[in-house]
């Protein structure tokens, strides 16, 4: 079945280039290594050292870097992994999520690109899933408002 709700329809995809670029050689504030986690350690340095297992607590990237995890358990989705890592740190940069949405529809035409991936774990796909989740809230939101004004119109009736 195919879905014809256009609230429904992702509004933000990704690329490896032609997007708008949210690596350190584009809008740099949205690199792995500038999204900086409440630890004070970047998401690449959680990733890299953390998840896969290179320097646990540390910040020597370079080791995991193009590497797959040194100890992976079998239950572990690293895709996952990386997504939660992106979802903490977007917590509380709504107005940064805001501007960053603004630009990759004028700018990218909906795409976000990251030319340095070489993997689907990156952060062009994980901030195009965060803007569409934040996108797909605030709709609900808009439907759920929409119903309740109509059903308190209904009540006075």
């Given at each position: 079945?195919?879905?014809?709700?256009?609230?429904?329809?992702?509004?933000?995809?990704?690329?490896?280039?032609?997007?708008?670029?949210?690596?350190?050689?584009?809008?740099?504030?949205?690199?792995?290594?500038?999204?900086?986690?409440?630890?004070?350690?970047?998401?690449?340095?959680?990733?890299?050292?953390?998840?896969?297992?290179?320097?646990?607590?540390?910040?020597?990237?370079?080791?995991?870097?193009?590497?797959?995890?040194?100890?992976?358990?079998?239950?572990?989705?690293?895709?996952?992994?990386?997504?939660?890592?992106?979802?903490?740190?977007?917590?509380?940069?709504?107005?940064?999520?805001?501007?960053?949405?603004?630009?990759?529809?004028s700018i990218g035409n909906g795409i976000l690109?990251?030319?340095?991936?070489?993997?689907?774990?990156?952060?062009?796909?994980?901030?195009?899933v965060i803007l569409n989740e934040r996108d797909?809230?605030?709709?609900?939101?808009?439907?759920?408002?929409?119903?309740?004004?109509?059903?308190?119109?209904?009540?006075?009736?």
């Amino acid at each position: 079945m195919v879905n014809k709700r256009k609230d429904l329809m992702p509004k933000f995809t990704w690329q490896r280039h032609n997007g708008y670029e949210v690596s350190s050689k584009g809008d740099f504030r949205f690199s792995a290594f500038m999204a900086i986690m409440p630890d004070g350690r970047s998401i690449e340095h959680h990733y890299q050292c953390d998840i896969k297992g290179y320097d646990p607590g540390g910040t020597d990237w370079r080791k995991g870097k193009g590497k797959p995890p040194l100890h992976k358990p079998v239950d572990i989705d690293l895709w996952d992994e990386y997504l939660t890592l992106w979802r903490i740190w977007a917590r509380d940069k709504g107005e940064m999520l805001d501007q960053l949405a603004e630009n990759v529809l004028s700018i990218g035409n909906g795409i976000l690109s990251d030319c340095f991936a070489t993997t689907d774990i990156n952060q062009a796909r994980a901030l195009s899933v965060i803007l569409n989740e934040r996108d797909q809230n605030e709709s609900s939101k808009k439907r759920i408002a929409r119903e309740a004004a109509r059903l308190r119109k209904e009540a006075k009736a």
